[in-house]
C-alpha cells in the first residue's frame, strides 16, 4: 500500500503541474493574456483549499480507498475536460475541478503513507509533492516537443494512467478502520493555538516567500521565458519550472536530519539569493542564469517548507495540530495564489519582465526579514 500510495500522490502532483509548460500554447491557441493564464491558475487554489478544509480529514471516518476512488475518479474527469478544452472557462472548469481531485487526494494518499510506513512516511509525504510537480512538468515539457498535439496527448496520458491506478486500488487493502463522524468532519476547522501564535507569526514572511515563488513559476514563468526572455521552445519553460520543484525535493530528503532552526536559516539565506540570480538571468536573457538561480531557490523553498512545519507543529498538542494544519495552508495557498494573480493584473500595467522584477523583489525582502527575525530569535 505504501508503493501505490507514493505512486498516487505523485500522480496526482503530476497531473497539477502538467498543464504548467502549456500555458505558452493556450496562449497562441486561446488568446488568453497574462492576466487569465493566473485567473486559471487560481482557480486551481480555489478549489483545492476549499476540498482540504472540509473533506481534507474524511478518509480517518470513511477509510483511505473510498477518499482515493474519489479523488482518482475526479483527476480522470478533469483530464478529459482539459483534452477537450477549447477555450478559457473550460481551462477555468478543468482547474477547478482539477483542484478538487488534489484537495480530496493529497491528505488520503498521505495519510494511506503514514498508515504502513510509519518510519519513512514523514519524508515521502514531505518529497511526493515536489517529486510530483517535477514530473508532471518535466514529462509535458518532453511531449510537447517529441510527439504530436501536445494539448491532447499530454491529457491522455494522464488519463491513462489515472485509470491504471484506478484497477490497481481494486487490490490494495484498507489501511484505516472507519468509524462515526464522517459528517462532522466535513466543518471545516482552522485555529492557531495560542502557543503556535509567536512563532507562526515570525515565520510568515518566509512561508509567504517560499509558496509566492511557487505560484509564480507554476503560472508565469514559462510566459517570461517565452515572452520577456524570447525562447520559442517551451520545453524550457518546463525545465526551469522542474528546476525548481527537483531542487526543493532533494533539499526535503537531503536535510531531512537537520534541526528546523538550520533548515529555516539555509531556506531564509537561499531563497533570496537564489531569486537574486534568477532575476539578474531574465535581465540578461540568460537561461543558464536564471536555470541557476531556480536551482538555489528551489533549495531555499524546500529548507523552508520543511523548516517551518518542524518548527510550527510540535508547538500544538495532539487535538490542536489538525486545526492548525489546517491555518498553515490557508497561509500558504493564499500565498501560492494571491501575489500570482496580481502579477497577472499588472502584466498590462508595467510590462512582463518589471513584474517579474517587482515580485522577485518583494520575494527577496520578505525572506531577509525572516532571516533577520530567526537569527534575532536564537540570540
Known sequence: ??????????????????VTPLYHLYQQSMHLTPFWITVVFASYVVSLLAALLTVGGLSDYVGRRPVILASLLVNAAAMLIFAEASGVGQLIAARMVQGLSVGIGTTAFGAAILDTSRTRGALLNSVTAFLGLTVGALGTAALIVFAPDPLHVVYYVLLGFTVLMLIALWFMPE???????????????????????AILARLTPANVAAWALGGFYLSL???????????????????????????GAIAV??????????????????????????????????????????MIAGVGFGATFSGILRAVLPTAH?????????????????AFAIPAVAAGLSVPLIGLSSVAYVYGAVIIVLAIMSLVASLRAER
Do not use: D, N
Open 1 to 18: 500500500m505504501t508503493s501505490y500510495s507514493f505512486a498516487g500522490a505523485m500522480l496526482i502532483g503530476a497531473c497539477s503541474s502538467a
Open 175 to 197: 489501511s484505516c478502520t472507519p468509524k462515526q463522524g464522517a459528517w462532522a468532519s466535513l466543518r471545516p476547522h482552522v485555529a492557531v493555538p495560542s502557543q503556535s501564535k
Open 318 to 334: 495532539a487535538h490542536e495540530r489538525a486545526g492548525l494544519l489546517s491555518a498553515f495552508y490557508l497561509q500558504s495557498y493564499l
Open 221 to 247: 514563468i514559462p510566459t517570461v521565458v517565452a515572452s520577456a526572455m524570447h525562447v520559442a521552445s517551451p520545453f524550457v519553460g518546463g525545465i526551469v519550472v522542474s528546476a525548481l520543484m527537483l531542487t
Open 253 to 294: 530528503a537531503a536535510f531531512r536530519h537537520w534541526p528546523a532552526r538550520r533548515l529555516i536559516l539555509l531556506g531564509t539565506s537561499a531563497l533570496p539569493v537564489g531569486v537574486a540570480v534568477s532575476m539578474v538571468g531574465i535581465y540578461e536573457q540568460h537561461v543558464a542564469a536564471l536555470l541557476g538561480g531556480t
